[in-house]
T-cell receptor, first 114, second 113 residues
Framework: AQTVTQSQPEMSVQEAETVTLSCTYDTSESDYYLFWYKQPPSRQMILVIRQEAYKQQNATENRFSVNFQKAAKSFSLKISDSQLGDAAMYFCAYGGAGSYQLTFGKGTKLSVIP | DAGVIQSPRHEVTEMGQEVTLRCKPISGHDYLFWYRQTMMRGLELLIYFNNNVPIDDSGMPEDRFSAKMPNASFSTLKIQPSEPRDSAVYFC???????????FGDGTRLSIL
């Protein structure tokens, strides 16, 4: 079974600075998808970014980018120019190509300090 | 486009009562998922449907839980009888097809007294 590990329960960053959230996963599959979701206090689950394992290029969405290291099974999220609205729980998720399910990590709570 | 719509947003009821949670997926999405989120266990997949058919319900914790999808635009998750340990946030999500991002509703916060 796949597992997703987020080793940082909590992180903090100064406004306008850059922060990196870590995620590792365990799988025997070669084709899969990885996601980062954001859950603000309003409890919505918002998709931040998506990465296909067959793509070597790291995904980027505005201030959000990933560092995907397939061999190391690592998928970190970098948030640049952090804003107060970035404060939230961030969940890393794995989806196998042959499966319709997502496996979520336990989450990292990000605080942004003004 | 409207997102995934869940109702109610909050539900407080007494132990033993029947609880019904509702979900309207995004139009055209073939997959619908029900999740439960707790502090202890995080996000757990309970069941998912493809084209209204339940595909995998191995995450449903007990026979007290049941889910239906009578048509492409509506699904329910029912707990009968409810217990205090069922207190959690329940999310519904939908996706266009496998491996596409799942789009979540705002969740239902369920409190069983």
């Amino acid at each position: 079974a796949q597992t997703v590990t987020q080793s940082q329960p909590e992180m903090s960053v100064q406004e306008a600075e850059t922060v990196t959230l870590s995620c590792t996963y365990d799988t025997s599959e070669s084709d899969y998808y990885l996601f980062w979701y954001k859950q603000p206090p309003s409890r919505q689950m918002i998709l931040v970014i998506r990465q296909e394992a067959y793509k070597q290029q790291n995904a980027t969405e505005n201030r959000f980018s990933v560092n995907f290291q397939k061999a190391a099974k690592s998928f970190s999220l970098k948030i640049s120019d952090s804003q107060l609205g970035d404060a939230a729980m961030y969940f890393c998720a794995y989806g196998g190509a042959g499966s319709y399910q997502l496996t979520f990590g336990k989450g990292t709570k990000l605080s942004v300090i003004p | 486009d409207a997102g995934v719509i869940q109702s109610p947003r909050h539900e407080v009821t007494e132990m033993g009562q029947e609880v019904t949670l509702r979900c309207k997926p995004i139009s055209g999405h073939d997959y619908l998922f029900w999740y439960r989120q707790t502090m202890m266990r995080g996000l757990e997949l309970l069941i998912y449907f493809n084209n209204n058919v339940p595909i995998d319900d191995s995450g449903m914790p007990e026979d007290r839980f049941s889910a239906k999808m009578p048509n492409a635009s509506f699904s329910t998750l029912k707990i009968q009888p409810s217990e205090p340990r069922d207190s959690a946030v329940y999310f519904c999500a939908s996706s266009l097809y496998s491996n596409q991002p799942q789009h979540f509703g705002d969740g239902t916060r369920l409190s069983i007294l």
